[in-house]
């Protein structure tokens, strides 16, 4: 039977991360692949018509020298196609996709809570510098595995930015650059060094804006050697300097965050997460 959401069957799902398997995990500079059209248009056209501004008091607006994006995980400000198409990412279908094409062998457990996730917009001017993802969640004190993205800009210009970036995971030079394109689903894996992130300030006309739809999955356990001389256990995100960028503010920035999370209690240091950039 088809699948609501692509134009293949269950089985074609399976078949096609098999098919594709080897390819994720040689990628470099860390295991991640790229879909183009991978679902059905008509449903990310309709998500994309319901999809809000993210600027009320109830989204999050993260402000600081190392991003300036809103996001949104509260269910409530999801329109129905939004709701149900999340819901079909966090299913048993895709779920096994993912297993299959990772290769991990740990069960893959999906967020409910959205944490860190849902619905981004980066408005004209913002940016994500680079970085590496919390490796705990904050609630289910689970191991971060994996992060899938789903973008929806239309008629996207390479004049606007916008890129998605994969650097080396010694932070030399950036790998690979991917277009934040409609219908574009982007897979990676998430360690100790894969440095990511949207650097360089959005360039779009004021009214267009960068939209994408973000999940991450978690497994009881990982291997140690992926998350090999960091804090296996942080819950905030790690970001880092590139060398041509004036780094000052960053650095005190994130050296206030370091001391916080190694000084303070986890507990101190969740409510922290929890309520900053609200």
């Known amino acids: 039977m088809e699948l609501k959401y692509n134009d293949f069957t269950y089985q074609d799902l ?3 991360a098999i098919q594709h398997q080897e390819e994720y995990k040689k990628a470099l500079p860390f295991p991640y692949i790229v879909f183009d059209n991978f679902f059905k248009p008509s449903i990310l056209k309709e998500i994309l018509k319901e999809f809000p501004q993210l600027s009320e008091k109830t989204d999050i607006h993260y402000k600081n020298p190392n991003e300036s994006k809103f996001a949104s ?3 409530l400000r999801f329109g129905e196609h939004t709701r ?4 079909y990412l966090n299913s048993q279908p895709f779920l096994e996709f993912l297993q299959d094409l990772t290769g991990i062998k740990e069960t893959l457990v999906p967020d409910p809570y959205f944490e860190g996730g849902g619905l981004h917009q980066i408005k004209r001017g913002g940016y994500l510098k680079l970085h590496v993802d919390f490796h705990k969640h904050r609630k289910m004190n689970l191991d971060r595995r994996l992060n899938v993205l789903v973008y929806l ?5 390479e004049e606007y930015g916008g890129f998605f970036e994969l650097w080396e995971t010694d932070m030399s030079k950036c790998a690979e650059k991917i277009a934040p394109l409609f219908n574009r689903l982007v897979i990676f894996s998430t360690t100790g060094s ?3 992130g949207h650097p360089d300030a959005l360039t779009c006309p004021e009214d267009r804006s960068r ?13 140690k050697e992926e ?9 905030t995100t790690t970001f880092a300097n590139r060398k041509d960028q004036d780094s ?26 929890k309520y900053r950039n609200k």
């Open 153 to 157: 800009n239309e008629n996207w210009e």
């Open 194 to 196: 894969s440095w990511h």
């Open 211 to 223: 939209k994408s739809m973000a999940l991450y999955y978690y497994t009881n356990g990982r291997p």
């Open 73 to 75: 995980n509260k269910e």
């Open 14 to 16: 399976r078949e096609k």
């Open 84 to 87: 149900d198409f999340l819901h």
């Open 227 to 235: 998350v090999a001389n960091v804090n296996s256990d942080r819950i």
């Open 248 to 273: 000052t503010k960053m650095t005190a920035y994130n050296s206030m965050v370091n001391l916080a999370n190694d000084l303070l209690p986890p507990l101190f240091v969740r409510t922290i997460k």
